[in-house]
C-alpha cells in the first residue's frame, strides 16, 4: 500500500516557461525553434501526468515569475487547474538554489520532497513511489540519469550548501552532488539510471517509446 498522506511527501515538477527560442534549445537543430518548443509541451505534459498518477500530492514550480504568462503556456495551465494544483516560482540563481529553496520551503509542511524535471518521461509512477519509499532510510535520493546528471532529487533533510559549487548541465553534476551531500553529512540512496530529453536521439526514443 502507497503512502500518500498529504502531510507526509510532495513531489515538485520543475518547468520552464513554454517560449520559443528558450526551451529545449539543443533540439533545436533537429526540430527548429518551433518544433523544440512543441517538444517541451509534450514533454511538460507527459511528466505531469506521471506524476498525478503516482497517488502523490503535486506542485508545479515554473522557473520565475512572470506578469504576463506566454500564450503557449495555456494548455499546461489549463491542465493545473483543472486538477486543482497549485503552481508556485522557483527562487534562486542556480539550479541548486533554486532546488534547495524548493525543498527547504516544503520540509517545512512534509517530511519528504522531491524535485522532478519536466524532461523526464522516463520517470514513471513507480519510479517516484520507489524514490518516496527510499526516503524513510536515506536523507537524500537521486535518481541518476545517463548523461552524468539526475532526473530527480529527493530529501527528507537538508542542508546549507550542499547543492553548492555544481557544475550544472555537465557530466560532472551526479559525481560533484554526491560528494557535496558526503561533505554535508547526508545519507545518500541511488535509484536506478534514467534518460532525460535533452538530445535530437533522445526525442526520437522518446517517440519510439509513445
Given amino acids: 500500500m502507497t503512502d500518500n498522506t498529504t502531510s507526509n511527501a510532495v513531489l515538485m515538477q520543475f518547468a520552464k516557461w513554454p517560449e520559443e527560442g528558450r526551451v529545449k534549445t539543443r533540439l533545436m537543430p533537429a526540430l527548429g525553434a518551433v518544433g523544440a518548443l512543441e517538444a517541451h509541451l509534450e514533454l ?22 512572470l506578469e504576463n504568462p506566454p500564450r503557449e503556456a495555456e494548455s499546461i495551465v489549463r491542465n493545473l487547474e483543472g486538477a486543482g494544483l497549485e503552481q508556485r516560482f522557483q527562487e534562486g540563481k542556480t539550479l541548486g538554489d533554486k532546488m534547495m ?21 522516463s520517470v514513471d509512477p513507480q519510479y517516484v513511489r520507489d524514490a518516496i519509499a527510499c526516503l524513510s532510510e536515506s536523507d537524500v535520493v537521486l535518481g541518476p540519469s545517463n548523461d552524468g546528471g539526475y532526473v530527480l532529487i529527493g530529501a527528507r533533510r537538508v542542508v546549507d550548501g550542499m547543492l553548492d559549487g555544481i557544475e550544472w548541465g555537465t557530466e560532472r553534476v551526479m559525481d560533484q552532488t554526491l560528494a557535496r551531500l558526503k561533505d554535508s553529512g547526508l545519507s545518500v540512496r541511488l535509484l ?7 538530445e535530437p536521439e533522445d526525442w526520437e526514443r522518446y517517440q519510439s517509446l509513445r
Avoid: K, M
Fill in 44 to 65: 511538460t505534459l507527459a511528466v505531469l501526468d506521471n506524476l498525478c498518477t503516482s497517488g502523490y500530492p503535486v506542485q508545479f514550480w515554473w522557473d520565475r515569475e
Fill in 101 to 121: 529553496a524548493a525543498l527547504g520551503h516544503s520540509l517545512q509542511s512534509c517530511s519528504r520532497a522531491i524535485v522532478i524535471g519536466s524532461d523526464c518521461p
Fill in 192 to 198: 536506478e539510471p534514467r534518460w532525460d530529453v535533452d
